[in-house]
């Protein structure tokens, strides 16, 4: 049928599931704005510091490198090359893995510079706490004085 039938009918059939999954993102984006906002401004200035890095983040996984590495083993189980294809899920989690420890890495040493430089302040000595996160620290400072 993929490769004899008529073609709308199967693009659509094949739609379906991303479909779903898109109307199931959404309706989590929804839900997660509306329970941050209830948090109050200190959870909303914290998530907005972090966004840009979590989209980076997906997309980098879910397009670029998921998409490459989907395409690949595709190509290479099709050709009947199980090696070729287990080689690629081998360097795939490689790859992943260098990704992730650099994202973590990345953002422990230096979401407290980037605040800083993004919100536009340092935060004095007396207003960091030990017990609470410093992106929580950097969206207390920037909040305005009354």
Partial sequence: MMLGGPVLPTLFKLTLPVIA???????????EAYWVSRLGTEAVAGVSLVLSILILMGTMSNGGIGGGV????????????????????LHTVIVALAFG?????????????????WVGFNLPPNQVSPGRPAISNAALSARPKQ
């Fill in 21 to 31: 999954v898109v109307v199931a993102q959404t309706f989590v984006a929804i839900l």
């Fill in 70 to 89: 989907s395409s690949a083993v595709a190509r290479a189980v099709g050709a009947d090359r199980q090696a070729d294809a287990d080689a690629l899920l």
């Fill in 101 to 117: 420890l650099a994202f973590t890495l990345g953002t422990i040493f230096l979401a407290l510079k980037c605040a800083s430089q």
